[in-house]
């Protein structure tokens, strides 16, 4: 098992030094790889599988809830994205513009778009003129250029891809419902797709998007206690109709604006499912994401008839189950450690000694638990043993959370823990930025978000002590 | 049946003006609108829908080949475009600069990718060590950005949604036989899945692809009698893996080049379905690719159990064909001509009448042939009717190209179908561009593609008379 360990200890322990390990995830693992141009990546097949894994998922349920896809232009006129003012400023500081087409400087410059309000908004403007044609429910997959200073692989990069719902309706409470329920396929989708349990709540104004009436977000709490923005869900009022001249006749023949929402999740839910699962032998992928969900190794390759029964039990689940042969010229050990590396759920040995016997190997990456299985019941056992994985994990996770999170009921005991634990702060808040201010500068937590439906564990803001509004979430963040 | 009427004749002829036919399809079938930026389209609910199931046919048989995806950046910097010096040649003319990021001017300009050859060759050089890294095959699907100065929805525009296969080989035979047969997998798509018959042949030398050694094509003809470049396969030998310095260790442990491909196809299909199917009440659909491939259109909606037996038969299809019932309140006469001009292949009626004898009408939009179905039948008889409307379409497409190909054996017979006739030449050719110019000069007909496969028609050139290297396709092209 020496190369096994050799190849190990090329991934710096998570303990020693949590930022390489991730970068040594990310490069070892083959998700992904640096290009020429700062904060734009390469997404490799191992990675761009992962994704494809997620998008089929969550584009199934979107379809379901009524939504069809659509692709808008990546060009924004300067003009268009400046009509509605908060969503400018929000975003103007952080686009690319592109000022030549060609030999010709352009009369407008354009910038490619960082997120596209201002594009729906120029389309429903222009198709939208009766009730009769609302709701509109619309989703494109795309990638979107922020160009942002401080980037990290899948995290915070300057080029990712994403999803984009843009909807609009008739009223508010339609509108207001389209936040939540997308929310929740957020939400749901973190826990059945990832396996990992998410935050569900209300950003506080300073953490709104830009341009939104209101934003709700799933936060996730990564291995090294900082908080991940997962996903958000945007509800606009008329805002942006009024902004963008949106109008139609509703049901009493009058002039009206309709009501807008917005909602996406990135890349950055790779980075998710590293640091949530990973460990210090490289990825541990949920299987419902994992390209490959089983890996087959057969020991003594050599020896015959072998390959032959790798290759009969691969065919028997090619059915049930993501499933591949690695028969390398690579030694077993090394394949142990390189699809463990690879964080692939369940590996399935199989040797001479397994074939007297009519058994065969499986171990589980999350717990690295060895089971014996009758070679004639893994049609059953495999598809059990997925859940089984899914399960475990996700409980690890949550009880990992639960540990992580502390509540505080002053300041004092708020920068205690600030200093010396990591994971959420849980406290109650008066409702005032300053408070956000104080604690952003005084111990870098921030305001995660807002959780109204738990129970008030005080009357009172842990921060500046005054009538408290909101229990809050706090945590350093990704 | 006046509203039908009405309805059809918002459509422009396609005799009076194809160019106003085919903008006037594109709009009020919903495919696309216009953005505020010119050449760039939003491709709508039901134009994406088109190109989902063009995406998803193609990426399954390219995955099935061992292709895989990946994601690269759209932005290029502008030294890497130039290391190839043909490449650049030909695309800096058209691409779209971007000069600022955020407030700052950036210190080099970046483009944003026109192709993505300069970005995997890159990648490749960082990756590609041995021989036991070879081959990689390949594939993005993403937008890319040409600065064109005539663009028309579809078929040319200034962003476009496409796939490009790029493939790295250990020898020149493996990368040539690679971009065989992905010319292949396009034929047969287009044949098996569009409906179209295309000639399938090799790019001249003054219409290959810049940068590469020879550029295969396949070629389809539209109704108004020009050619339609609709998909090419590229063989790059070693020039980019020599521009980029992508380097192996060959079997005999010697550094060596790399071999290449590169191949894609674009939403230009879209255009190419509307113009080689399409007809004066609007759009026809193949079958494989129509969103919708059977609508029911229920006959007095509002005697009783009519909307009931039109669910049931919806039921019972909806695992067989992707199936509607438009319920709406306007008129079976207005639906009728809806469905026609979205193309739906067809459209089953039911009435009080169908249901006291048990059966249904189905409208074939090919055809707009009438067919009495027994409804204990359907199950068998829809899937066998789009089997069968597919093949119509593609007889009745091949039976126009033959009617439309047309030989020429000397200059003035090749003058005189130019002026005379739509459709392709076919003509001997000497392998001199002086003749291509000539022929581009006086009849406004260029070479489409070399097909030596076909046997030769005379030993001399139909435009200068020295004697013949190739038989050519030439025509007026979009």
């Known amino acids: 098992m020496s190369e096994n360990k050799k190849a190990v200890e090329e991934i710096t322990s998570m303990d020693e030094n949590f930022a390489k390990w991730y970068t040594d995830i990310v490069k ?41 896809n659509v692709s808008m232009p990546m060009l ?25 087409g060609g030999t010709e400087k ?21 198709t939208i003129h009766s009730w009769r044609d609302l709701p509109k429910l619309y989703n494109q997959w795309c990638s979107v250029v922020r160009w942002e200073k401080t980037t990290r692989p899948f995290l915070r990069s300057t080029e990712f891809q994403w999803q984009e719902g843009h909807t609009i309706h008739e009223t508010p409470e339609e509108a207001k419902h389209e936040t939540m329920q997308m929310l929740s396929v957020y939400y749901d989708f973190f826990k059945d797709y990832l396996a990992i349990p998410t935050i569900k709540g209300k950003k506080t104004e300073s953490e709104k998007f830009a341009g939104a009436e209101s934003t709700y977000t799933v936060e996730a709490l990564m291995h090294d206690g900082k908080a991940l923005q997962s996903a958000t869900s945007h509800y606009f009022g008329n805002h942006f109709a009024k902004a963008f001249g949106i109008e139609f006749q509703n049901r009493d023949n009058k002039p009206q604006n309709p009501y807008q929402t917005s909602w996406g999740c990135t890349t950055r839910m790779i980075g998710a499912v590293i640091m949530v699962h990973g460990d210090d032998r490289g990825l541990v992928l949920p299987p419902k994401i ?24 691969k065919e028997r689940l090619t059915k049930i189950c993501r499933i591949k042969i690695d028969n390398s010229d690579k030694s077993p050990g090394w394949k142990f450690s390189e699809h463990e590396m690879r964080g692939v759920p369940l590996r399935l040995e199989i040797g001479p000694k397994d074939i007297e016997k009519n058994q065969c190997v499986i171990v589980r990456r999350d717990s690295l638990e060895k089971i014996i299985v009758n070679l004639d019941d893994v049609e059953t056992v495999i598809p059990e043993l997925l859940e089984k994985v899914h399960a475990a994990m996700y409980e690890k996770a949550l009880a990992r959370r639960s540990e992580m999170t502390h509540e505080a009921h002053d300041f004092e005991e708020f920068k205690n823990i600030s200093e010396n634990k990591v994971g959420f702060i849980k406290s109650m808040w008066c409702g005032d930025e300053k408070c956000e201010k104080t604690s952003k500068e005084q111990t870098a937590f921030t ?18 002590g005054k009538p408290a509004k909101h229990l809050v979430y706090w945590a350093k963040a990704y």
């Open 28 to 68: 070892k693992a083959e998700l992904m790889d640096y290009s020429g141009v700062k904060g734009c990546m390469v997404i490799e097949p191992y990675g761009y599988a992962i994704w494809e894994n997620m998008v089929s998922a969550l584009d199934k349920k979107f379809k379901e809830l009524g939504h069809q």
């Open 76 to 100: 924004i006129p300067e003009s268009l994205l400046q009509k509605e003012k908060d969503h400018v400023e929000g975003f103007a500081p952080e686009v690319a513009w592109v000022t030549h």
């Open 106 to 126: 352009l009369q407008e410059r354009l910038c490619i778009r960082p997120t596209s309000e201002a594009l729906f908004c120029e389309h429903y403007a222009k």
């Open 290 to 313: 994992a390209p490959t969900q089983v890996i087959i190794i057969p020991i003594a390759v050599k020896k015959e008839g072998i390959l032959k029964k790798a290759d009969e039990i």
């Open 447 to 464: 305001s995660r978000c807002i959780k109204d439906d738990e129970n008030k564990i005080d009357d009172y803001c842990a921060i500046c």
